[in-house]
């Protein structure tokens, strides 16, 4: 044999010796993978179910988004395809901690599923690979013309740096947003406070069951979050702050938050909010109701006809309607501006009934909790509240007469009516803007401006601190 041979016999033994060899190699590979495939799906069935049961959990907080996310571009979901999809100021639901990367909840929808939710931790290494890979690209493209590769000012550069520094993904607010009603001047003032209580008083049977109207008489614009998180400025505001103290504050938002926990609409008649920038700032996320008077004229004459006591502080009340008419509307998120009563609370509650439905998730067809008691509430042929009642139409004949003005279904409203309708909330809801004597109007459909003419003049023992310090134009 030459030696030509001899090396290609060895060559080909060799090769035939690798090609031996290597099988098993691959033959592991093949195994390992489904190992891995086997056990991913394993996980992901788990997840599911976790998910499935999640579904029948209580609300354990809920937050607000401050930043957008489309789950259906995060391949990391531990269910693919159940990753939420959310936009910024949208509010969510959390049910409970699945990882350290992922929580389970909802949207806060009518409609809205349960679905798997980015914690902080998971939406910050995203917005990290996002600014990664947009500073790679940018330096590609700046590679060629050294002229393009300018950077910012240094001041602009550190505001942005320091904006995002300070801008977490999510604030904690209430599991139910409270409501809180301006307008259409100041409280402490009659116009003022019977209007907004005809309005409480309404929601308070409408709602019956599903309601909790607490008074607030803390500053709860003094709550911001930059206070309450930082001890330096809270001794500021504590030696500054004359009606409320940062402690009491506190202990008031914990109440609200804690209020909110059995997933009812909570209403706060607070005393000292008469401007949604109030609480634009704090942790409350609060549905804001402004009851809207269009035309000065009209509630400068609702004004003169309270009275002398009412007279004496018109520009003070007619400044701060000013103030609110200058608003923006998306500064609110009602606005009452119907001259009839039954209309402005229809609106009212048209709102918050869709509000309900977003927050109570129906599970297998089951009625939403409370409505059960709307439903016997609606048997019952002939019962209805006060205010209700008066929106009956009698019969085609009566027409518009038959529709009760503010001023009219203020007289009704202003009288007690424990005997009728018994408080079912003795400890959160205290009527405290007393209107004892009774209102009269000419007939049964005047214009708004005969609101609330009555034949003896009222006092505000309780509030009348307000009504004597002048309105500073800053104090918003």
């Known amino acids: 044999m030459s030696f030509s041979d001899s090396s290609a016999t060895f060559l080909l033994n060799e090769g035939s010796a690798d090609s031996y060899t290597s099988r098993p190699s691959l033959d592991s590979d093949v195994s390992l993978e489904e190992e891995r495939e086997t056990?991913?799906?394993?996980?992901?069935?788990?997840?599911?179910?976790?998910?499935?049961?999640?579904?029948?959990?209580?609300?354990?907080?809920?937050?607000?988004?401050?930043?957008?996310?489309?789950?259906?571009?995060?391949?990391?979901?531990?269910?693919?395809?159940?990753?939420?999809?959310?936009?910024?100021?949208?509010?969510?639901?959390?049910?409970?901690?699945?990882?350290?990367?992922?929580?389970?909840?909802r949207l806060v929808k009518e409609g809205g599923d349960v679905a798997f939710i980015p914690s902080p931790q998971r939406l910050e290494a995203v917005r990290l690979k996002q600014e990664q890979k947009a500073r790679r690209s940018g330096n590609a493209s700046g590679l060629g013309d050294p002229s393009k590769r300018r950077s910012p000012p240094p001041s602009l550069a550190k505001q942005k740096q320091k904006q995002a520094e300070h801008v977490p993904p999510y604030d904690v607010v209430p599991s139910m947003r409270p409501v809180v009603l301006v307008g259409p001047?100041?409280?402490?003032?009659?116009?003022?406070?019977?209007?907004?209580?005809?309005?409480?008083?309404?929601?308070?049977?409408?709602?019956?069951?599903?309601?909790?109207?607490?008074?607030v008489t803390a500053d709860l614009s003094l709550a911001k979050r930059s206070v309450l998180n930082n001890p330096g400025k809270r001794a500021i505001i504590e030696r500054s702050a004359t009606r409320s103290s940062i402690a009491e504050v506190q202990s008031e938002i914990e109440r609200i938050f804690e209020l909110a926990k059995a997933l009812q609409l909570v209403v706060l008649d607070a005393d000292t909010i008469n401007h949604p920038a109030q609480l634009a700032k704090t942790s409350l996320a609060p549905i804001v109701v402004y009851v809207k008077v269009s035309s000065p004229k009209v509630l400068q004459r609702l004004i003169k006809s309270r009275g002398k006591s009412q007279v004496k502080h018109l520009n003070v009340q007619m400044m701060a309607a000013d103030k609110l008419v200058q608003c923006p509307p998306e500064l609110f998120d009602v606005i009452l501006d119907e001259n009839q009563l039954e209309d402005?609370?229809?609106?009212?509650?048209?709102?918050?009934?869709?509000?309900?439905?977003?927050?109570?998730?129906?599970?297998?067809?089951?009625?939403?909790?409370?409505l059960q008691n709307q439903q016997l509430l609606g048997e019952r042929g002939g019962e209805h509240s006060p205010l209700e009642h008066d929106s009956l139409m009698q019969s085609d004949e009566a027409g518009e007469t038959s529709r009760k003005p503010w001023a009219a279904t203020s007289q009704r409203s202003s009288q007690p009516r424990e005997d009728e309708y018994p408080d079912p909330y003795p400890e959160l809801y205290q009527p405290h803007r007393h209107h004892n004597s009774g209102l009269h109007s000419a007939n049964g459909h005047d214009s708004q401006d005969r609101l609330l003419q009555r034949e003896a003049e009222q006092t505000h023992n309780d509030r009348n601190w307000q009504r004597t310090r002048p309105w500073a134009k800053d104090s918003y």
């Open 344 to 370: 402005a609370c229809e609106h009212l509650a048209e709102y918050l009934e869709v509000y309900w439905r977003a927050t109570h998730h129906p599970l297998g067809g089951q009625p939403l909790p409370g």
């Open 39 to 105: 056990a991913q799906h394993e996980v992901e069935n788990q997840a599911q179910q976790q998910l499935e049961r999640a579904k029948h959990k209580p609300v354990a907080f809920a937050v607000r988004t401050n930043v957008s996310y489309c789950g259906a571009l995060d391949e990391e979901c531990p269910v693919q395809g159940s990753a939420i999809n959310f936009e910024a100021k949208d509010f969510l639901h959390i049910k409970e901690k699945y990882s350290n990367d992922w929580w389970i909840g």
């Open 185 to 215: 001047s100041l409280k402490g003032y009659e116009v003022t406070d019977m209007m907004q209580k005809a309005l409480f008083d309404f929601l308070k049977h409408r709602f019956d069951g599903r309601i909790s109207i607490t008074r």
